[in-house]
């Protein structure tokens, strides 16, 4: 079955690390995104890619990096530099002009 | 500045109560207007699409429109069951997709 697959689906951080969260999808869809969504709210785009080796910044990219290397993949790096990530995290792909396919999230927390 | 604001935040409505959510948006073009539905703890599911002024779809309950400036999803008759919340995205012509902050939906039997 085609569709995104997002891992781990629950992440503890420890103060100061680096962590790397993993989106693969199998739709062979071009563009792809991250989102953070807190408790209560919406989402709010970080990082989105149009095409391999290249990606754009969303709204809320500070302490956060991604790399596009394959069409499939699109990982995200939650930084040191990132002072309060705790939060649910989306990957989304999409072909162009049509709907966004969602993986099941990745909730991340600071311990 | 591309912009995406849903209201209310939060609506509350007997079995039965139908209702209107409103998505509006301020957006240098747009390519699409999307609705899902989100449950706790869960990815968005995919609801609708709508492109152009004027379009309606509908599915069960739910029925979208689209204008110049914004979206309505109207549910009528609403069930227990459709309580969550409801997402409206747009996306723009460099495949931006923007989210509004959602209207968390709950129905009472």
């Known amino acids: 079955d085609g569709g995104i697959t997002q891992s781990p689906k629950y992440l503890f951080r420890k103060e100061g690390q680096n962590v790397t969260l993993s989106c693969e999808q199998n739709l062979n869809h071009d563009a792809m995104y991250w989102y953070r969504q807190d408790p209560g709210q919406g989402l709010r785009l970080i990082y989105y890619s149009q095409i391999v080796n290249d990606f754009q910044k969303g709204d809320i990219a500070e302490g956060y990096s991604v790399s596009r290397e394959k069409k499939e993949s699109f990982p995200l790096t939650v930084t040191s530099a990132q002072k309060n990530p705790t939060a649910f995290y989306l990957c989304a792909s999409t072909l162009m002009g049509g709907e966004a396919f969602f993986g099941q999230g990745t909730r991340l927390t600071v311990v | 500045e591309d912009q995406v604001t849903q209201s209310p935040e939060a609506l509350r409505l007997q079995e039965g109560e139908s209702s209107s959510l409103n998505c509006s948006y301020t957006?240098?073009?747009?390519?699409?207007l999307f609705w899902y539905r989100q449950d706790p703890g869960k990815g968005p599911e995919f609801l609708f699409t709508l492109y152009s002024a004027g379009e309606e779809k509908e599915k069960e309950r739910l029925k979208a429109t689209l204008t110049k400036k914004e979206s309505f999803l109207h549910i009528t008759a609403p069930k227990p069951e459709d309580s969550a919340t409801y997402l409206c995205?747009?996306?723009?012509?460099?495949?931006?997709?923007?989210f509004g902050t959602g209207t968390r939906l709950q129905v009472f039997p």
């Open positions: 995205a747009v996306q723009i012509n460099t495949d931006k997709l923007i």
């Open positions: 957006v240098s073009g747009l390519r699409g």
